[in-house]
């Protein structure tokens, strides 16, 4: 029977200990000092010039995904055709084939774009 006054107590003693009494008002909300009079800089006023979207000279990113799409399909293609999975292949073969031709195509497109933003007009 002491046990579950003991706990009870325990309760009611750490409530009391952390809950503010009423002589001290409600609990402060948010920050104690006022806000600042002074406006912040803009964000636009702290981005650096060089990577500004409005300043970036333009590149050959499309040129290099073309590139990069034909360089990645040509392996993939030619590997399926070796294989005969066009020549009256099943129609897993080609399901497959079409999948890995496209995910070689966006690869491709990706690292081709990439290296082509490097080279400017």
Known sequence: ??????ILSLIALAH???APLPAQGPRPLGLQQPAPTASA????DLAPTEF???HVKPNHWKRGAVIGTIVAMTPVALY???HGCGNGGSNLCLGVGI????LAGMIGWMTG???GSFFPK
């Open 16 to 18: 009391l200990t952390t």
């Open 99 to 102: 999948g890995m031709l496209g």
């Open 80 to 82: 399926m055709v070796s």
């Open 113 to 115: 774009g990439l290296i």
């Open 52 to 54: 500004d979207a409005t």
């Open 41 to 44: 800089p803009a964000r636009r």
């Open 1 to 6: 029977m002491k046990a579950p006054r003991l």
